[in-house]
């Protein structure tokens, strides 16, 4: 806006735009004169004052998608790219597009090509954050059959799920795999954690195979006898 004031004193003022105060507060480019009148009633008019109101729209910001998401997503927030504009985001970035991986308040400060400055509305984003589980192992990874391994996540969370499609804290594990857990907090958020590679060693039970009865006379025998497999003893 500019402020335009008549510098006489006299009766009464009328401007152009029809207001009869000695000031004029102007907010729309135009010419303006102002008609001072004396005791006797003359009216004089002024030169007239050209206003030049340059074009300085407000930003408006727009999102890519929801600005509430869970931790390790984002969103794109944009203005419309004008030529010879300048853009500054609240977090520092330049630039017409800023992409948002955390929670917080984000404008953008618009400078046209005649230095005119104009600020966004603010957007709220809201990361829903959620901590990365660690798997705690009970026992080894490495074990021979029979045996089994227990693992647990460590963190608390609303909810847990297994790539083995358990939904408990802990897994038993007795065969081979490799394993991630994942936990799911309040909002519905998944975060995964590192792999766990349990490797089981086959134990097969040995079958005894007797050669002929094994009910005799004293001095007689029979012969015992394991299928032989490379590699065992």
Do not use: H
Not at 52 to 63: E, G, L, Q, R
Not at 99 to 110: D, E, Q
Not at 185 to 205: F, W
């Amino acid at each position: 806006t500019v402020l335009l004031t008549c510098n006489q004193f006299g009766t009464s003022y009328r401007w152009s735009n029809g207001e009869t105060t000695k000031s004029i507060l102007v907010n729309s480019a135009g010419t303006y004169v102002v008609y001072i009148t004396n005791p006797q009633g003359c009216e004089r008019a002024s030169e007239p004052i050209i206003v030049n109101v340059k074009a300085n729209p407000k930003p408006v910001i727009y999102s890519s998608g929801l600005t509430t998401f869970c931790e390790g997503e984002s969103v794109t927030l944009s203005v419309p790219m004008i030529t010879g504009y300048t853009y500054n985001w609240s977090n520092g970035v330049s630039g017409n597009v800023n992409t948002i991986t955390s929670t917080g308040n984000y404008f953008v400060t618009v400078t046209n090509a005649v230095g005119c400055t104009n600020v966004s509305d603010a957007v709220r984003v809201t990361v829903n954050a959620i901590p990365k589980p660690t798997i705690q192992v009970v026992g080894s990874t490495d074990f021979c059959e029979p045996q089994t391994v227990t693992l647990t996540i460590r963190e608390t969370a609303a909810g847990y799920r297994w790539s083995t499609g358990e939904t408990t804290k802990s897994i038993t594990l007795s065969a081979s795999n490799t394993v991630t857990a994942f936990l799911i907090n309040a909002q519905g958020c998944e975060r995964e954690s590192d792999p766990i590679t349990v490797t089981v060693k086959a134990n097969p039970l040995p079958v005894i195979v007797a050669a002929s009865s094994t009910s005799f006379c004293e001095g007689q025998s029979v012969r015992l006898s394991v299928p032989n497999v490379p590699g065992y003893q």
